[in-house]
């Protein structure tokens, strides 16, 4: 079974331009979260979807930050314009729904410098 | 304000010896515990799980042991391998079955050979 797939795998821009990341989840994911993990922290999350709709982007920076799921599969985040305090890891998961055991399935992220 | 505490930041131990990670937090809603390990470049993984009807749960050489009153649980390696070094995450959710995981900050664990 194929995992999550993320890209790019890394980016590099500079302060106010514009970066977008893309995620393909696991075939039948029903739900699908982007993360930011900023270096030595923890992941926190950002948004999380349930098919197409948004579930929670409590903790989305939404003046510079948006994320769409088309068809319930795909989704892309985007960041515009990015500030230094961006650079992180931004971590694509998804997990199943029905049988919801909590397990989340990451991606191996996508790394973003910000100069 | 962070919702699950984690120490030590960073530990290293000898091959064959125990690996003990700490986590704390306070939202006594959360009813899910998972544990992640995380290699350099890789995304988080889940390692192991605790629900808080059980106070200790073992798969393998991975133990977790859980204090509802205390509100606080740990992860246990036994005989810990070099293969063990990555960083571990403990993590909560709460009480509905969509809710949001919070991340501890992690701890880096060393095993020397």
């Known amino acids: 079974e194929a995992g999550v797939a993320q890209s790019p795998r890394y980016k590099i821009i500079e302060k106010r331009q514009s970066v977008a990341f893309w995620c393909n989840p696991i075939s039948g994911h029903a739900t699908l979260y982007w993360y930011q993990q900023i270096l030595g922290q923890g992941p926190k999350l950002l948004i999380q979807f349930q098919n197409n709709g948004v579930v929670d982007d409590s903790q989305l920076p939404k003046d510079r930050f948006s994320a769409e799921r088309l068809k319930g599969v795909d989704s892309t985040l985007k960041i515009q314009p990015a500030k230094l305090e961006d650079s992180a890891v931004y971590l694509c998961a998804s997990s199943s729904e029905g049988r919801f055991t909590g397990e989340l399935f990451f991606g191996e992220g996508s790394r973003l410098t910000v100069l | 304000q962070q919702q699950v505490k984690q120490s030590p930041q960073s530990l290293i131990v000898q091959k064959g010896g125990i690996s003990i990670i700490n986590c704390a937090y306070e939202n006594t809603a959360f009813d899910y515990f998972p544990w992640y390990q995380q290699f350099p470049g890789k995304g988080p993984a889940l390692l192991i799980a605790?629900?808080?009807?059980?106070s200790e749960k073992k798969e393998g050489r991975f133990t977790i042991s859980f204090n509802k009153s205390a509100k606080q649980f740990s992860l246990h390696i036994m005989d810990s391998q070099p293969g063990d070094s990555a960083t571990y995450f403990c993590a909560a959710r709460g009480g509905s079955t969509l809710g949001r995981l919070y991340f501890g900050r992690g701890t880096q664990l060393t095993v020397w050979p």
């Open positions: 605790i629900r808080p009807d059980v």
